[in-house]
């Protein structure tokens, strides 16, 4: 290699030196001119993985003082207090324990209390069964349970047969229920069954 190529080469790296020095010299600029930004910054992040990983701890810590307290009810029923500790620590698992109990022992008045409750689920189920359990047919009709429609429909058939409706009335409502489901069975047996010969029938739960 020449000393004009050599020259040449040396040239190139100063000017790349040249370059990674400004580029330096930029970078420095903006830090001194954004530092407290970027500290902002920086600091923010921190505190919000902080906050974060305490909201998590914090929200174990509580599913384990409900798990706690949940077993403790299912060890002790009776135990007024022990209730009263789960409803504070979880309005809608006491709510979920009290609908089971209530339809356990087809108890209304508490299913008509579970009506309000903060838990969709148990809301919608304890409304279904208060009404079933009233024989009211008008709260039925107005209730929309996607995953129930076709047990609703079926309860409202059967409280049609005891009002002695005509035929054309329950067929009607029974007619919303698909073949493919699994309740399809009772409503053929409804389809074919006299009005007035139902008071014998027993009511439909699922």
Not at 30 to 53: A, D, N
Not at 138 to 158: F, G, R, S, V
């Amino acid at each position: 290699m020449g000393i004009k190529e050599n020259l040449k080469q040396v040239q190139e790296e100063f000017r790349g030196d040249e370059k990674l020095l400004e580029s330096a010299f930029r970078l420095e600029k903006l830090y001194h001119k954004y530092k407290y930004v970027l500290l902002v910054v920086v600091v923010g992040v921190v505190l919000w993985v902080v906050y974060t990983k305490f909201l998590e701890y914090k929200q174990e810590k509580k599913n384990q003082e409900i798990t706690a307290v949940y077993n403790e009810v299912l060890q002790n029923p009776n135990n007024v207090a022990v209730l009263d500790r789960l409803k504070t620590t979880s309005q809608e698992l006491y709510d979920l324990y009290t609908y089971a109990q209530a339809l356990k022992s087809q108890d209304a008045q508490a299913l008509l209390r579970l009506k309000n409750s903060p838990n969709s689920l148990v809301r919608s189920l304890a409304t279904y069964y208060y009404a079933s359990y009233q024989k009211d047919l008008k709260t039925l009709q107005t209730l929309n349970l996607p995953k129930m429609q076709d047990l609703i429909a079926l309860q409202k058939a059967y409280l049609l047969y005891q009002e002695h409706k005509q035929p054309q009335e329950v067929q009607k409502v029974l007619n919303v229920i698909d073949p493919t489901s699994s309740l399809y069975q009772i409503v053929s047996i409804l389809k074919h069954y006299p009005a007035h010969g139902v008071q014998g029938a027993s009511k439909v739960n699922p």
